[in-house]
């Protein structure tokens, strides 16, 4: 992604970019506890500056990030709903399916849509929307055939009730008469995994 998303800033977002070595390479691989290869190289990273006032790493293109982003890529057709933007990396390969019909994105901060949205490839099948994802309702009659939430800058089981609050309020929109339909959120049955880990370990 560095090589589409040059370093620049924009209000309360900027892209920076990291330069790994073998050394450093190894070490960003662990994420969370698991270990996902990266290669050595330059990456593009996401800062935006939060309500709290304070700026949070809301996403890079590191192997991790890549990996847990890739089901998401394989499983789009049809109508796809993304919750987050993040640095548009899976919005290329999406966009190369003609299995995808339309792509709504929902975006919550403005600054975000402004920095990335000119490197995203032109197409009259994706719609950006500002707005938090949250507070956002689609039209009544919409229904679609992949839901993808990732909106999320770290992984935490906290965020177990952010998730379940957006698929009970989602599955409504779930095209039911697709029988390929799919909903999501980025992380989830890792964390859930987690969850369930740190909780036995406390018996």
Same mark, same amino acid.
């Given at each position: 992604m560095a090589t589409i998303l040059s370093e620049r800033e924009h209000g309360g977002a900027r892209i920076y970019h990291t330069t790994f070595d073998a050394a450093g390479a190894r070490s960003a691989s662990y994420v969370g506890g698991q270990y996902v290869a990266t290669s050595p190289g330059t990456y593009a990273s996401l800062l935006v500056r939060t309500e709290s006032g304070h700026s949070e790493c809301m996403m890079s293109d590191l192997g991790y990030e890549r990996a847990t982003c890739l089901e998401i890529v394989k499983? =789009?057709?049809?109508? %796809?709903? @993304? =919750?987050?933007?993040?640095?548009?990396? !899976?919005?290329?390969? !999406?966009?190369?399916?003609?299995?995808v019909r339309r792509i709504t994105v929902v975006e919550k901060y403005p600054d975000v849509i402004d920095l990335v949205c000119p490197t995203l490839p032109a197409s009259a099948r994706l719609a950006i929307v500002a707005a938090d !994802? &949250?507070?956002?309702?689609?039209?009544?009659?919409?229904?679609?055939? %992949? !839901?993808? &939430?990732? @909106?999320?800058?770290? @992984?935490?089981?906290s965020r177990l009730a952010e998730m379940a609050r957006l698929h009970r309020r989602f599955a409504r929109y779930l095209n039911r008469a697709n029988p390929e339909s799919w909903m999501e959120s980025w992380h989830r049955r890792e964390t859930r995994h987690l969850a369930a880990t740190s909780a036995a370990s406390t018996r």
């Open positions: 499983r =789009a057709h049809g109508q %796809v709903l @993304i =919750a987050g933007l993040g640095l548009g990396m !899976i919005l290329h390969p !999406i966009l190369d399916k003609p299995a !994802i &949250f507070a956002w309702r689609p039209p009544r009659d919409a229904r679609y055939d %992949v !839901i993808w &939430f990732d @909106i999320w800058p770290d @992984i935490a089981t």
